[in-house]
């Protein structure tokens, strides 16, 4: 085979499959991909860092929790509780209400707590830096007892029942303060604001607590 035929092939090869913006478009694709799988691994590897370090962060109460069946919920729970927490919500027939504002440092729980029949008529989570408002608050009187902290973690008893607390920089308190909604029948409409904040480890509240026990507060 000649010289002369082997160019003139090459010249009407390259023409007509254009062989040079070929292989660049090749090239890019190549790039391309690579890009995109080294992207898609160390996408995997932060995932696995991440799993990694949580649960190296966990604190040694924490481990035995989770040892003993509880477990760390994929998001925190917010506002009104269902009763699988324990609480039957009650509900009156006039709209007083509870409105509360959470400032930084902490989440807080609270059980608004019937003062005549010690009886817990809503169980409220209010994220940090959040609001709530609480309405139909049934007429009578009440106190709060409240739950302070940090990562919550929740315990599933098997009944249907759900246990859930706080696990890092807890503290109980119930308050002193009794909030009057009102005798029955009555047609006057009530409503408090409650406001809570943490600072520098002091807690700040326009109503007075006094502490109590976790076990008082689980009650």
Known sequence: M???WH????RVYNKLYNVPILMKYVSRLVILVSTVFGMAVASCNRGNTSANDD???LTEAQKNLINNG?????SAPSGELPEEYGVKSK?????????????SGCDVAIKIVNITNEQCIRYIFVPEKTTANIQMIPQGQYYLKLAYGKDWMEFDNGNGRIEGKFTSN???DK???VFDFGKKNSSSIVNYVLQINI???HLYNNFKTISISETEFMK
Not at 7 to 10: M, P, V
Not at 91 to 103: C, L
């Open 175 to 177: 308050s002193v303060d």
């Open 70 to 74: 509880w477990y760390i919920p994929k």
């Open 55 to 57: 649960t190296a962060e």
């Open 170 to 172: 807890v503290s109980y």
């Open 7 to 10: 160019n003139n092939y090459c």
């Open 91 to 103: 509900f009156g027939q006039q709209d007083n209400y509870f409105d509360i504002e959470i400032g």
């Open 2 to 4: 000649s010289d002369s």
């Open 199 to 201: 600072k520098d480890g």
